[in-house]
């Protein structure tokens, strides 16, 4: 049997075990780990090739779910990545007629459409249906070392025009096990997430409360925008986060700056509320979540956002910053969650965004849509609270 179509069965029984799930289960790429590393002899290159395959199956899931085997191989193998993992697998299988007549909208879940209809737009779907890359984001002024080691290893990158200290790695590789990551230069963070607190622009200096700051992604970029004279407490209700965000922050050289807090009090300059939310911006590289969101998940993640913005709002000084955010396209979440907050919250207003990266606003907020830069899909609201 040729190694493409030894391939084949491998995948599909990584398939066949993953389809009762492929609707219900939240931590599906865990399950996906897991499966990869119990089939023996699969070495690295071969479980590239898996994974590529089976998240471009659960990206495409109602093309592909009701086929029999031989539709499904053609399909996945036009549609996945042409990369070194795939490229045999493609040259065997892919059948671009295969794909004849089949409607790229259904390729998102129907009830998407109440809560983001632009996202059924051409352009948007040519993005929200690839993978996302792989963004970095530079803690050193002098990046020159990073660069001598991605030089090293051939690695390709190109900086970010939209962003100074943004690069994007074109390689599939793992970051983490080099010494620049282990040196604190650089940390992985989409370029959309970078862009929420550079729209904002936190003045260097100021006293910062990052409300939900989980293991700390933003914690370390805002430690950064306020330089070194600026302070931040940061709070989440997973401990376990906040330890992993202050070891974080000593690698990267700002732990002295930031304080975790189980319970954040008094008043700051800025308030950060990164809420918890539905992901929905984030389904290009997590795919399964088209599949076991529900319009029922988007109105409980909505309930909890406007708790958890009434709950910190009460930290801005007055005259201070709120900054409230999300990784999610859904209206509910977000132009609602915040149209609600300037209702029941007249001592705050909208405040302008010092920079909007070609993006345009509207009166609540600004959304980072994929397609503009190449990233996951992102939502900042930039208020401040009144002085009188
Ligand atoms: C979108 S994530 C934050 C990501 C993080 N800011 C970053 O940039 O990497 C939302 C966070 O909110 C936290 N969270 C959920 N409920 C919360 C609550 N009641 N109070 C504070 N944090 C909460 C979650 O534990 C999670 O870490």
Excluded at 79 to 99: I, N
Excluded at 322 to 344: D, M
């Amino acid at each position: 049997m040729s190694i493409a179509h030894s391939q084949r069965l491998t995948f599909l029984r990584l398939l066949a075990a993953l389809r009762p799930h492929w609707r219900s289960d939240v931590a599906l790429p865990a399950r996906i780990q897991t499966a990869l590393r119990g089939e023996r002899g699969v070495g690295s290159r071969d479980r590239r090739l898996y994974r590529e395959l089976l998240f471009t199956t659960l990206r495409h899931l109602p093309w592909l779910e009701h086929c029999d085997d031989d539709t499904l191989v053609s399909r996945v193998a036009t549609l996945a990545a042409d990369t070194r993992a795939t490229h045999g697998f493609r040259e065997t299988f892919a059948t671009p007629d295969s794909l004849a007549g089949l409607d790229r909208t259904q390729l998102l879940p129907d009830w998407f459409r109440a809560e983001c209809p632009a996202a059924f737009e051409p352009h948007q779907l040519d993005t929200l249906l690839t993978r996302a890359p792989l963004w970095l984001r530079l803690q050193t002024d002098t990046p020159d070392e990073v660069f001598a080691d991605w030089t090293s290893r051939q690695w390709q990158w190109t900086p970010s025009p939209t962003l100074d200290g943004a690069v994007r790695l074109h390689d599939e590789v793992d970051v983490t096990q080099t010494e620049p990551y282990e040196r604190g230069q650089i940390e992985v963070q989409d370029l959309g997430s970078q862009l929420l607190l550079a729209a904002v622009a936190p003045q260097p200096g100021g006293r910062w409360l990052d409300a939900c700051a989980g293991a700390g992604g933003k914690t370390l970029q805002l430690a950064r925008l306020l330089g070194p004279t600026g302070r931040i407490a940061a709070h989440d209700i997973r401990p376990a986060a906040l330890a992993e965000l202050q070891m974080r922050a000593r690698r990267a050289g700002v732990a002295s700056r930031i304080e975790t807090t189980g319970a954040p009090s008094g008043l700051f300059d800025g308030v950060l509320v990164d809420a918890p939310c539905s992901g929905s911006g984030t389904w290009r590289r997590s795919p399964h979540l088209k599949w076991v969101t529900t319009p029922a998940t988007i109105t409980r993640a909505a309930t909890t956002q406007r708790t958890l913005l009434d709950r910190f709002a009460r930290h801005v000084r007055p005259g201070g910053q709120l900054v409230y955010a999300t990784c999610s396209l859904c209206h509910q979440e977000n132009e609602a969650t915040v149209a609600h907050f300037l209702e029941t919250h007249p001592e705050f207003a909208p405040a302008p965004f010092a920079q909007t990266f070609g993006l345009t606003p509207t009166s609540h907020g600004l959304t980072i849509w994929p397609a503009a830069h190449d990233t996951d899909g992102f939502f900042v609201a930039h208020l401040r609270r009144r002085t009188v």
